[in-house]
């Protein structure tokens, strides 16, 4: 009847792993509503472990928090639909050897707090899919890999107060696509960008604070909606410029 469960690996390589006691364990929690379920596993994991079903379970319970670090040797699995439509949940953090294939019926209504880290997307249609579904979210944290399947990152979030993007460089010939920002709300913005690509913004007249890392340089398009912030950090490959200001 706990209302909050931790399943992580062991440090210990030669420790077996967790998955055994989480499968059973889930199968006798009876909790009426789950605060936070939060699964870290790593190579030890079968590769069979049915993490969907685990996942499917906690929406059942009406999970509010959701923390899924899938480090294995498996391919990236996808999650279950039920997940898309959940009520309850508030914060979810996926990471790693994950597919986002979101359905056209995504609605997560209650969501605050979104961190999607080195995840696969199915398509660039998925990523904004998801974004656009939830009519609440206040913070967003992106961490992309390589090869994730998505060109073209869009954040069009009006709810949107707090932005972390990042990409690892790319590989040789890919231009490093594009991000395009447009979040009426945004407060906070902070880009790491090693890709080359480009980036794009507009309609944020509540920028506080910016801060920008990359090997590419803003151009004044990009910087027309900073001019209500009151720090700016810019960092292009080994210039820094930091101009603060008060209001």
Same mark, same amino acid.
């Given at each position: 009847?706990?209302?909050?469960?931790?399943?992580?690996?062991?440090?210990?390589?030669?420790?077996?792993?967790?998955?055994?006691?989480?499968?059973?364990?889930?199968?006798?929690?009876?909790?009426?509503?789950?605060?936070?379920l939060?699964?870290?596993?790593?190579?030890?994991?079968?590769?069979?472990?049915d993490?969907?079903?685990?996942?499917?379970?906690?929406?059942?319970?009406?999970?509010?928090?959701l923390?899924?670090?899938?480090?294995?040797?498996?391919?990236?699995?996808?999650?279950?639909?039920?997940?898309?439509?959940?009520?309850? %949940?508030?914060? $979810?953090? #996926?990471?790693?050897?994950?597919?986002? *294939?979101?359905? /056209?019926? &995504?609605? +997560?209504? @209650? %969501?605050?707090? $979104?961190? #999607?880290s080195?995840?696969?997307?199915? *398509?660039?249609? /998925?990523? &904004?899919? +998801?974004? @656009?579904?939830?009519?609440v979210?206040?913070?967003?944290?992106?961490?992309?890999?390589?090869?994730?399947? &998505?060109?073209?990152?869009?954040?069009?979030?009006?709810?949107?107060?707090?932005?972390?993007?990042?990409?690892?460089?790319?590989?040789?010939?890919?231009?490093?696509?594009?991000l395009?920002?447009?979040?009426?709300?945004?407060?906070?913005?902070?880009?790491?960008?090693?890709?080359?690509?480009s980036?794009?913004?507009?309609?944020?007249?509540?920028?506080?604070?910016?801060?920008?890392?990359?090997?590419?340089?803003?151009?004044?398009?990009?910087?027309?909606?900073?001019?209500?912030?009151?720090?700016?950090?810019?960092?292009?490959?080994?210039?820094?410029?930091?101009?603060?200001?008060?209001?």
């Open positions: 009847m706990v209302p909050r469960l931790e399943y992580k690996e062991s440090k210990d390589s030669d420790h077996e792993s967790v998955w055994w006691f989480l499968e059973k364990s889930l199968q006798q929690h009876k909790a009426p509503i789950l605060e936070s939060s699964i870290k596993l790593d190579q030890r994991c079968p590769i069979d472990a993490v969907k079903k685990w996942i499917a379970n906690a929406v059942d319970r009406r999970v509010r928090m923390n899924l670090i899938l480090m294995w040797s498996a391919a990236p699995i996808d999650l279950p639909a039920s997940l898309y439509t959940c009520e309850t %949940l508030v914060e $979810l953090n #996926l990471c790693r050897e994950i597919l986002l *294939d979101v359905p /056209s019926s &995504v609605c +997560l209504t @209650s %969501l605050k707090k $979104l961190y #999607l080195g995840l696969m997307y199915k *398509d660039e249609v /998925s990523a &904004v899919r +998801l974004l @656009s579904s939830c009519p979210l206040e913070q967003l944290s992106v961490s992309r890999s390589r090869n994730d399947n &998505v060109t073209n990152f869009i954040v069009e979030v009006p709810s949107l107060k707090n932005l972390l993007y990042s990409k690892e460089r790319s590989d040789i010939g890919d231009t490093g696509g594009s395009v920002i447009d979040c009426p709300a945004l407060k906070d913005l902070f880009i790491l960008d090693s890709s080359g690509g980036c794009s913004s507009r309609n944020m007249p509540c920028l506080d604070r910016v801060l920008i890392s990359t090997v590419w340089y803003p151009d004044e398009k990009f910087l027309i909606p900073f001019s209500s912030i009151t720090c700016l950090k810019l960092c292009m490959t080994h210039a820094m410029v930091d101009v603060s200001a008060p209001r």
